[in-house]
Each structure stands twice: as C-alpha cells, then as structure tokens.
C-alpha cells in the first residue's frame, strides 16, 4: 500500500505517521519523487483500511494498493516518473540520456580522447570499466584502482559525470567520486552489494541479468530502493536466449514493460547485447523509438586495438554519426538529448 | 557461387549458360531481381575457376562465393534488396508496408469493416486468419473456407490484396484468389509446404518459428527459393524466451541481421510477440527504427469480443493513431508509408 | 469430465449414454483402456451433477472432474495406464521398450543387418528413416518411398515392427504396412496432420517439439486421441535452451511430469538430444531410471558413413553393450525389456 | 600445457621446475591429484617443444597440450579423476555421496533432528542455509550467523561434515568451520567471491548459475584452482528455459560432459531444479544412473511449515526411502554409497 502525501507537509508530521506505521509493525519505505512524495507500507495491509485513513488524515492526498510484489519501485508510488540528476545530466522521462565510452580504460591518453569527443557528439555521461568481470580468469581484469582515477582525470577534464562498474560491496569507497555506480549483470542478484548500493546518496544503475526476468528486476531495484536510495536507472542489455547470431537477444518489450511498472529510468545497452558493431546504431533507434530514457553505448578510440570488446565497439565517428540520427529522432518523440 | 548477369542479355544466352551448367552436375537457381538478374550455382563450386568464367562469359557481369549455406536468398545475389509488388502494395526497401486485420475472420460484415478502416488508415494490406492453428483441438479453429471467401469479399470492396494462413499443401488450390499466403510459426520447417509454395507464381510470407534461428529462417526461405519463387517476405514474430511477462520476446535484432544477410524483404509482428495490446505501438515504431520494412498488427473491431487473440489487438481507433504515429516516423527514416 | 464405466457393459448401452450426451450438446471421447472403458464430456460441464448421474445411472461406476485442458489424455481417464501393443512389442508402464535402428534407411543390406543385429541385442522395435526433414533444401532428403520399402523387407525378415516418420497426411496410404506412425518434433504442432493420424487404427508416436511446452506436448496428443485413436506414445527429445556442447537439453523432468499427467506411454530420444554418441548410453540409463517406459536409439552398422547424423548414431556392438547395461537396470526397475 | 610428474619427486626439484617456467613469464598451476601431481603452464605455450621437455626433464612424467581455455579443471591433469575428502564423506569418482538437509536453518532442534535423520538414512554431509539470497526484501532472509552456529552444533552431535552457502567474500571468515562452503548459483561468476575461496584450504561446492553454460561453469571451477583450491565440486542444478512446469530444467547431459571435460567431482540438485517434491526421487535415480558423484537433496522435518522452499523439501520418510532405492542402484553401478 503506498499513501501520497499532500504537497508541503511539515517533516515532523511525516515523521510521526511514519512512525505510527511502524509501531504497528508495518515496515515503511519513504520516498520523495519528483512531483510528490510517497510512504510505502510493507507487511500485511489486507486489513488496513485505506480509505477511512484518506478521509482522516490531513498529510494523505490518497492512497493505492499495490498488489505487485514490488512495492517502492512501482509505477503507482510515481505515476509521473522519477527524474534522476547527475552532474549536469539528467535521467528520466522527457529526456534521452546517452552514455557513451570504453568498456575498459585502458590509459589516461585513451579516456580522455573518448571523453571529449563523445561529449562534443552530445554524450551526457562517460562510462569506463575499471574492474572487469571475466569469464577467464587469464584474460584482461581491467585497469583496477589505476583506472577509476583516469576515469577521474577525464570527469575533471570534461565536466562529464562518470558510471563505472562496482565488483563487491568492498568496493564501495573506492567509488566515491564516481557519481554512477554500476551493478552488472552478473550481480544483479547479489543481494549484500544490492543493500549497500542502496546506502548510497548516488544513482546506481542496474543491469538486467542474462537470465532474470523482468519481474525479477523490479526485485532487485525493491532491495536499492527500500534501503534508502530511490536513485535507480534500470538497465535493459540482452538476454540468453537460443539464437547465436548475437551475443545475447536484446528484450525491447522488457523496456515498455518496466516503464509501465516502474517509475524508474529505464535504458538500454545495444552494445553488450548484440555483441556486433553493425547492430548497435540500429538497435540504438529502436531502443529510443520503443520509449527507453536513454542508451549505454560503447566507443573506443581504435576499436581493432580493444583491450576488451573492441568488435562491439563504435570508433569515435561511428557514434558522432550515430548521435546525429538520434537527435533527429529524439526531436520526433519530444526528448531533449 | 552467384553470377550476376549484364543487362539485357537474351533469354536463350541465359537457357545455355544455365543448362551447361546443369550438364556439368551443378544445379541452378535463376533470380530475376529489382536490378539484376542472377544464376546461382549448387554444387560443389570449389573448382569452378570463377574468375575465368567471369573475364570469358559475355553475358556475365561479375561473380561472388557465398560461403553461407543459404545461397538463393543471399544477399549477395541481389544488393539492391528484393521489392515485392502484390496488387497496389509494395514491399521491399524504400517502403514501410503495414498490413493489418483480424486474427480471425469471423463474418462479412467484420472483415469489411475492419478493411474499410486499415485501409483508411493507411494499411496496404489485409490479413484474416480463415484456418486457425490452435494448440488445443477444442478451442475455435477459423471460419476456414468460408473466412476465406469473406476475406475475398474485403478484398473486392477495398482493393485491399490480402494475405491468409495455409495449413498445408493440401490447401493450395483453396488460396488461388489469395494475394499473399502465409505460412505460419509452426509450419516454417514443413519442407514439404515450402516446397508447395515455392511452385507459386505469389508472394509468400514467411514467419520465424518460436525456437528456430535466424539461420533456419534463411534456410527455410531458401527451400522456397530454389523451387522457383523469389518473392518472399520474411517475417519476425517473437521466439521463447524464459520471460513469461510477454507472450514471445521480439527479436529485433533478427531483424537486422536478416536484412544484412538476406535481400529479401522483412517485417516484423508485433502483436503475436507481445501478447499484449500495450505494446503493439511502441513496437511497432522500435520495428520501424530498426530497419524492418513493414508491419503485421491485429486489429479489430471489438476487440473485447474477438473470437481469437483479443488481448493482443488494437481497435480501430488505435490502429489509426499508431498509423498516425508510424507516418511521421517513416518519413524520418525517408520510407514510403 | 470423465466416466469410468462398469465392467462388461453391453456397447448399445454405451452407445445410448453417449449419444444422450451429444444430444445435450456436449461432444464425447469413448475410451477403451487396458483396465476400464471410459467416457470423456468435453464441453461446459460446469453444471453437470456429476455424483447424480454416478449414483442413478446403472453403467457408470464412478466419475471425475478434469480441470486441465487435456482431458483424453488425462491420467483421470485410465489410472493404470495404456498399454499398446504392436505386433510382438509392448508399450506402456511395466515394460522397457527399445526401438532401435538408422537415422535414415539407406539400402536394403543396411536396413537388414541393423535390424538383424538390434533384434538380437533385444531391440522390440525397427526404426529407420524414409522422408527426412533437413533444415537445407540441399541435404540428403532421405530415400522416400523406396526407403518405406526396405523397412518392409527389414520388417519381412526379422519380424520386427516398425516405425518411420511422416511428413504429412497426403503420405498416409504410403504408412499402411508400417506399423508405428512417427510424427516428429517439427510436426508436433501440424494440426492437420495430427487430426490425420488421429482416424488411424494405429499407434502414433508423438515427439515433442524444440520449443514446445509439457502442456503443449499433451494438447497434440489430445489432437490425436479425440480424433479417436487412443494408441499415442510420447517421446521426449531435447528441448532448444542456450547451451550449445549438447545439441539439445533432454529434459528428463518432462518424463516424470508426462507420465504423472497423462495416461500415455512415454519414451527418450538420447541420441537427438545429445547429437554426441558418448552421451547416448549415460542419458539412456537416466531414462529408465527416470521412470521412461523405453528409449529411441539410433544405430548403424558404419556410423562413420552414415548418410545423416552419424555423429550420435551408435555401433552395433556399442549398441548391444548399451542394452546389456540396460537389462540389467530394468529388472532394477522390475520393468520387463 | 600439462606436465604429469613422475612419482616421489623432491618437492625441490619441483620448485625450481616451476621458477623457471615463471621467469620465462608462464604462469604456473600446480596441482596435486589423487593419483599424481602435475604442472599446468598458462600462457602462450605454442613455441614450448613439449616432446624435448618430456625427454629430457628427469621430474616429468608425460605432457599434454591443453586446447581448451580451462587449463588446470581440465580432465588431462588428473585422467583418473579428483577425489575430495571431507571429514568422513568422500566425493568423488567411485562414491555416490548424499548431501542432505533444510534448505534453511531454522533452529537448533529443526536441524539437529534432521541431521540424526538424513545421517541414520545414509546421507555423509549435512547441508543447511545460513544466510538465505531471496529475490525479494521482504522475504525470510536465513538465520544467518545464528544459523551457521545451530549447524556447527548439529556437526558437533552428528559427527557429519556441513556445507552452507556463503553470500560474498567478506564472510569467510565466519565459514572457518563449515567444512564445504557452497558459492550459489547467483554467485557462480562473482569472480571475486571465486577468488577468495581460492585461496582456501577446503572444498568449494560451485553451483551452476541458471543462465551459465556447462564452459562458463569450468571456468568458474577455474577461477578457484588456479588461485590453488584444487577440491572443486561442480553442482547441477536446473537451468532456465521456456518450460514452466518445473522451476527449472535439470541438464542431466552437463553432469556427462562436466565429467568428460574435467577431473572434479559432480553431482545433482534434483530439488531446486524441479521445486516439485514428487520429482525428486525420480531425477535423484536419474542422476545416479547418469553417472553423477553425488546429490544435494533438500529435507525437512515439517516441509508444511518450512520458512523456505518447503514444496520442494522431503520429509524424512521419503528421504529415507529414496535413500534406500539409491543404495540398490548404487551397488548397480559400483559405487559406494
């Protein structure tokens, strides 16, 4: 059950209803949204009776039952959609937010180049891997440490917010100028670096799983959120499926289908799941045209020369060509980019 | 391997280079293309010394090895891309095709009604399911011959060319005044159907099993092909996935690689994919932005009453504005709507 | 709903009580099983009183509500389970029946020598392939009729029954001498041709499809058995799933599940599953202990020249060392092989 | 590259055979196995003349080229296969062990009766969940550090060896005395997790993940060797596919080919593969049959009111009598049990 509150409702009084909640042993998940804020009841609210509280209660403009097993990220919490702000970019609903760079940096050199030029294509926000999960363990683990402070570098260098990707929850300090922390794919059910993430002040984005589904996301999100941080951006990157002509099946109902159950960001990463450049501007559009909030694209400098997925990856005027025909796009459904 | 002929080459040059071929133990497809018309040759080609035969054959315009196994609906044998024409509608690159209607054809005053509007709408072409393949033998199996004859009276009305699902070869003749035959999910490794409609003087559209790869689709066009009919539309309809939120997972990136790989013309279903009305719009503009060249929708007029896939169809009204929608769009990606 | 009539009911009295319930509307399925005649209600039997017709109607003896949507092939309907019988072979619970025999029937000699060998090795069951369904129009198609042909003289000489697959239900007439009528897994859904095979007098052997569901599996053979034949053995293939070392995952939980679900006998196919010979002899002792009521293996006398999946198709030798291993395991099972 | 050493080397002479490998920039992997020791080099190895070596090197014993990327998993190290021991309980080839217990620690009574009860049917190591991953927040997250306490007190009483699951690296210190720590399905690619019970002296159970292919889980088993952990169990335990008639699909062809692929011991989870009760005994058999070292099944004393996953749970009846029906089959297939 989620109670919207009225607009500028003193904090004492949020805090006593809050309170009262609790002492009848409800869990409660108190979230400011963008047009409103919210108060999530979790336990047993079959025999809380809604409307006698919507009628009593000064603070409660009204109030929804959630029969989904989500609850803080549900749609009903903030119909109008979350806005998360990062540095100077924006994620969310009437906006359409790229995210370009290595998927692993590999020199000071290497992601400042990539980062000016995929800012002057109109990229809002930088992405470098700095801790690499590997299938192998022979093959490249990524930069490390060394990395994230070139990430640094080139955030300070370009105004750019940054997003990189945390291994473990042992991480997390060193992510604390990184203004994105990413929790991958292979993490998306590891429930401590979940609940941690969830302790920030700083948007996480989430990856959907290879092998989770949609509900199972939402969950995930359930366990940011309902630990304090309602800063989350899903993120839709393929799924394992029989085919093999792709590296994974990218899932674009799965974006419409968050969208509607969720208020969180929702965007795609064409890069990983199709795992072939030539897919990613088509896939780029469709991702855009199907209602995503934005896109996590890979580009390198000399993709032949990748340390890590360099056959995925756009060169610099791959993606200044591809951002153009975004733009056009972007115009055409009403989203600032 | 594949010769691409000059222009204008008389057609007994053509029967000569053909049968010598045959006489030599190869088979032959011949391909007359938008641009071009090509000989495929099948066999073992690896001594054929093509170069030779491209520098000494006048009639010869260059020469290409496909490695693929799918030889006839390679890209290679007509760049250009293959344009379909099937009464006022076409079908190819350049185009964005909608075809529309109901799963079923359930009387003849729907199939009228529903024709009036999609081709007011702007679809070009009809569908009516008139044989309905059903996974359980009691639920509802089509109007059957007589769908069919309802769906020629549409067809005289609007001069809408239509396009109904054949269960078998036995069926052939029954579909002589269908403009466009359909075969279905289940039936794309029928070999013996694809060899039937290969015999056909009429498009043929070929829709992607639920578990078959992209490659299989090609092959099974291929069977189509090598029998002697080059118009086929390939069509992607969603493939089993574990997520369980939407009907099938739309594979758009099928649609891509299909149209890299294939010149054959590809649209894309979104309504059988999805399983859900809410989603038929948005993708249907993600299928546009990727590159298809068309669209498959159900519509109805009472949807709520539907014998067959309600829950998946747009009415009317929603048809037109998502037309409304798809036009703008089109004239972006600079395709004839 | 279904009907458990008495014993030894004299069949105009059968005929009557059908016949009253067609007249009501309700279409009917008459069962003759192993232990007891059955009558299946297939329509709205919502407000049928069931326990008042048990108690007034002198030739029933008791009923039951059949809330799945398979109804025929209902474990409800017959308890104990079908057994069929087909010339000198057994099929059904209380037996372990091996058909065994070529992927394709290549020559007279061939088809002889691995029927003789097989039989010996205690295979009850000769297969061998006619028409072949092959993904490439290119491939070996199989020796079609003249391959039917030599399985009759296989049959002749050994006095083996046999199975072979049909591709569709014009080949009917072509099936008269043999004797288990296979429909393959691309097939399973040819709606046709299953309501085809449902007017024989024969057994049908039913696979499961790549992509089809347990469900799905039980609603073909519905197709078949309220067509009137109720001689349907179920065959568990290999499902389509991202791993890509086995060709197929053969799943052995979908044995159990049939078996508990369904009246039907239920048998494995190792050798399409895997497409690797090592697995064959592990996943066919997984089968029986699985509780499968028999196996499907491909032999030949020189897999290594075999025209069509000799990569799985096992020796005569390795296939006699398997069956030895399998005896022993079937008195394990107190199954009789 | 493999190095077999011959028997009774000075672990001298072994030392500098690996240095100096090292300082020609090879990594090294040394393993000892149950029935000799070997080297595995890991780098580029196509320039080292490995018959020279075997000629000439006093210690070495044989060599082996490995193409495969698990080097030190890898069947060619120990041709006879690893054998693990654990307090009294033996894993590995020529055993059949059984794990058994409650999905979750519930008290100090539920688990101590449950264990005296799997212990008197046969069961050598005790399994019990402390710390429980959910998808959902809400739901009963284990006992978590109360929980591994009741579990050391169960090993206490029952002289059993334990195995519980351990969420991430920050806990190993809390597993000092839990004899087999269980990286879970989710956890099958947090490499870090890998790592860090890598550099333990105890067996590791590596439980595939839902989406992982049988190569992904090799490599995962490679992660732990090659940081020195060499007591590897691999666990099947259902993957994710279309079928939802079962919580999972049990790959029965996995266990095979994991044992044909590598030296470590394998063994079954029929329990969170199917999450049906009446499944269990069934695929437990299967899985004996199939040539797995082992199984994981879940037990309760009450599964009616088990906090987790009490569907799938045996009580400990039908526990006892599995137990029974494996030990025949055991003594089938010459293991011990």
Redesign the interface.
Known sequence: MVFILNPNVPKEKIDKFISDWEQKGF?TIYSVGTEHTAVCL?GNTAEVDMDHIVQTNEIVSYGKRITE?YKAVNRSVHEGGTIIRVGSAVVGEGYFTVISGPCSVESKEQICEIARSVKDSGAKILRGGAFK??????AFQGKQEEGLEMLRIAKKETGLPVVSEI????QIDLFEDIDIVQVGA??M?????L?AVGALKKPVLLKR???N????LL??A??IV??GNNQVILCERG????????RN?????????LK?KSHLPVIADPSH??GIR??VA??S???????ADGLMIETHNDPAKALCDGAQSLDLKQFHNLMEELK??AA?EKKEM
């Open positions: 869990s979790i097993q999960p590997r299938t192998s363990p022979y291994m473990n929850q042992t292979r993490n059910q590891n429930f401590d670096l609940k799983g290879l092998a589904t949609i509900e199972e969950m995930s359930e366990y309902s630990a799924i394992r499926t029989f085919e093999t002509m792709t099946t990218l899932d674009l109902s799965a974006v419409v289908i509607q799941a199709a030539s897919l088509p896939l559009k469709a991702a855009l045209a199907v209602g056009i796009r055409v």
